[in-house]
Nanobody, 123 residues
Framework: QVQLVESGGGLVQPGGSLRLSCAAS????????IAWFRQAPGKEREGVSC????????YYADSVKGRFTISRDSAKNTVYLQMNSLKPEDTAVYYC????????????????WGQGTQVTVSS
């Protein structure tokens, strides 16, 4: 059974850090492009970061560049999103997604999705 499970969300103060995890079961993440998306209330789902399957090239939305880092641990079949210098506007439900193809920020390109993890940045 193919499954993605996110974890690591929570409540953090502005300027703080969180690390989200996306653990895969039923398939090997190395062969898939993985993306992190987020969706805030009343807003469309937006791509935050993605990592290619071929050479591990990483991509970031301008809003998170320099603050977020995506990485892959093949041994654990897990992808991480390290989020630093968090801002209130980063508050959203964060989802990881996988596709056996090109890394992209287009949600409809992705075949597998996790259930999401809530990130709230507030003082």
């Amino acid at each position: 059974q193919v499954q993605l499970v996110e974890s690591g969300g929570g409540l953090v103060q502005p300027g703080g850090s969180l690390r989200l995890s996306c653990a895969a079961s039923g398939f090997t993440l190395d062969y898939y492009a993985i993306a992190w998306f987020r969706q805030a209330p009343g807003k469309e789902r937006e791509g935050v970061s993605c990592i290619s399957s071929s050479d591990g090239t990483t991509y970031y939305a301008d809003s998170v560049k320099g603050r977020f880092t995506i990485s892959r641990d093949s041994a654990k079949n897990t992808v991480y999103l390290q989020m630093n210098s968090l801002k209130p506007e980063d508050t959203a439900v964060y989802y990881c997604a996988a596709v056996e193809g090109w890394a992209t920020f287009l949600p409809y390109e992705y075949d597998y999705w996790g259930q999401g993890t809530q990130v709230t940045v507030s003082s």
